[in-house]
């Protein structure tokens, strides 16, 4: 859905209800920074960064916030905004490859951050739709079940409130069904505005429209080149949802896409959920309900797959007839997509760089859990930079070694890079003609004995461009539904002119002269 009115932007070209809330960055800091030197420089604006900020803002620190695009232009602004204290890495795996302690651990993260977000909402007075609401996660049949029940009994070793139900609060049938206590949803704009405002208020500084080239080391410091000026800072954050270049981490996490639907019912006061809800398909399918223009609106998830693989557009009509299977459905209001990054041993990456020279921190690899895992890095790697322990900070290490469970996923992640970085240069469609594209539509074609990423507008200009994405040589893939090249080794994001959306690519895809 696409309306007339003003939207806050973000990296996918259908609307979220999210961005509806404009970025609340203030005029002064919109157009430039009096100063080019700080104490710590955050790269990113959204839930990681802000909260990154404004927690060392509110300890003292002198902090600049750059981002890309407008703040919440990432996965923020296309969350389903789901705040759980259980994860997409279920407490038996996590018991099974990191022990019960760290299960534990993990669970009381969790609650943590759902009581930062809680405290920062209370403390600033943000309004930002803050509910809680039970969590339902329900099995199908007798293999989903069994699975269940693990589930269950491990959620409650590791400290979670969760209980057996008789309902599934859908009209979904279900075999078994568990609840979790003090579950809750918010609007993700709403918030982080809330964020920037008090953040501000504090002195702190936010630059839109600053697109990070790079990074270097100078003296004691660090230079950070971005929008055509160079920032300094004795420490920088990566709140980037995948660092830039070709790290470790581009292996160790795997890109995917979640599609959402937010529909009406015909039934304004029928059988909307109470709760969250979730099945144990693979993929797996998401529910709630959330107030927008007055009126609820079904909010449904599923269907993820590897970014750069697959069909967007089957996915949303996937999507759109299961939802049908259940509910009487009005008008589908929006479709959308949205990015978040796998890790192979199910916990995220958090904290300082180990490998680097100068003090340089990131947080990556959220599953579908980022903004939990968003608000728990903000804590984490202030609290790092103020030199003061954190629990987690070993828990969640970007220089953890991998359980021996999460290699067979190493491997098979990275296979499928390898073999996209071979295939995808032989057997390329042998099209002669660009009459054939139709309008709206990209390809990778062979012209002149040149493969090229060609798309044609609605106006029918064609543009083209290198296919070989600018971060480590793979080819890209046309996302028909986003209207976007997506790289299926790594996760990086282009538009049909070739200028990075998202992802770790620093430069943007090579311009053809046809």
């Not at 203030?26 to 802000?50: C, H, K, N, P, Q």
């Not at 990054?341 to 990556?364: E, H, W």
């Not at 790289?487 to 002119?497: K, L, V, Y």
């Amino acid at each position: 859905m696409k309306n007339s009115k003003e939207i806050n932007p973000r990296d996918g070209n259908r609307e979220s209800p999210w961005q509806s809330v404009i970025s609340s960055v203030s005029d002064a800091t919109r157009v430039m920074a009096e100063t080019d030197a700080f104490e710590v420089i955050i790269i990113g604006a959204g839930i990681t960064g802000l909260t990154t900020a404004l927690l060392l803002q509110k300890a003292g620190k002198k902090c600049l916030v750059l981002e890309a695009g407008k703040a919440g232009f990432g996965t923020t602004g296309g969350t389903s905004a789901h705040l759980n204290t259980f994860f997409d890495a279920t407490y038996p795996e996590i018991e099974s490859d990191f022990g019960l302690h760290a299960a534990k651990e993990v669970a009381d993260s969790g609650k943590e951050a759902m009581s930062i977000i809680a405290s920062l909402v209370k403390e600033y007075e943000i309004d930002c739709d803050l509910e809680y609401k039970d969590g339902y996660l329900f099995s199908e049949n007798e293999k989903e079940t069994s699975q269940l029940r693990g589930i269950l009994e491990a959620s409650r070793r590791a400290g979670i409130a969760v209980t057996e139900t008789e309902t599934n609060d859908l009209p979904v049938p279900f075999e078994m069904a568990i609840r979790f206590a003090h579950q809750g949803q918010f609007h993700p704009l709403k918030y982080i505005n809330g964020l920037i405002a008090a953040f501000q208020k504090l002195g702190g500084t936010v630059l839109e429209d600053c697109f990070v080239t790079e990074h270097k080391e100078v003296d004691n410091s660090l230079e950070v080149v971005a929008g055509g000026r160079s920032f300094y800072a004795e420490q920088l954050v990566y709140a980037t949802h995948m660092p830039p270049g070709i790290t470790a981490f581009s292996f160790r996490c795997a890109p995917y896409r979640s599609y959402v639907l937010g529909l009406r019912l015909k039934d304004k006061s029928g059988n909307y959920p109470t709760g969250l809800v979730y099945d144990m398909q693979e993929p797996y399918h998401y529910f709630r309900t959330h107030v927008v223009d007055g009126e609820p609106l079904l909010i449904v998830g599923g269907e993820d797959h590897k970014t750069g693989h697959d069909d967007p557009e089957q996915a949303f009509a996937n999507l759109e007839k299961y939802a049908r299977q259940y509910y009487q459905i009005e008008s589908v209001e929006y479709r959308w997509s949205s990015q978040y990054y796998i890790p192979v041993d199910g916990l995220p990456y958090i904290g300082r760089l180990a490998a680097s020279k100068r003090n340089i921190y990131i947080a990556t690899g959220f599953n579908g859990n980022g903004m939990m895992f968003g608000t728990i890095s903000g804590k984490v790697i202030s609290d790092q930079i103020l030199g003061v322990e954190n629990r987690y900070g070993d828990l969640y290490a970007p220089s953890r070694l991998k359980p021996v469970a999460g290699f067979s996923e190493f491997v098979k992640e990275n296979a499928d890079v390898a073999w996209h970085f071979v295939a995808d240069r032989f057997g390329a469609e042998d099209m002669d003609k660009f009459s054939e594209l139709k309008k709206g539509e990209g390809k990778i074609v062979e012209f002149k004995g040149e493969q090229l990423a060609v798309y044609k507008d609605q106006q029918g200009k064609v543009t083209a461009l290198s296919p070989v994405c600018t971060h480590a040589g793979c080819f890209v893939n046309f996302n028909a539904a986003e209207q976007s090249w997506d790289c299926p080794c790594h996760g990086g994001r282009f538009d049909t002119s070739g200028k990075v959306i998202c992802g770790p690519p620093r430069k943007d895809l090579r311009w053809v002269d046809l």
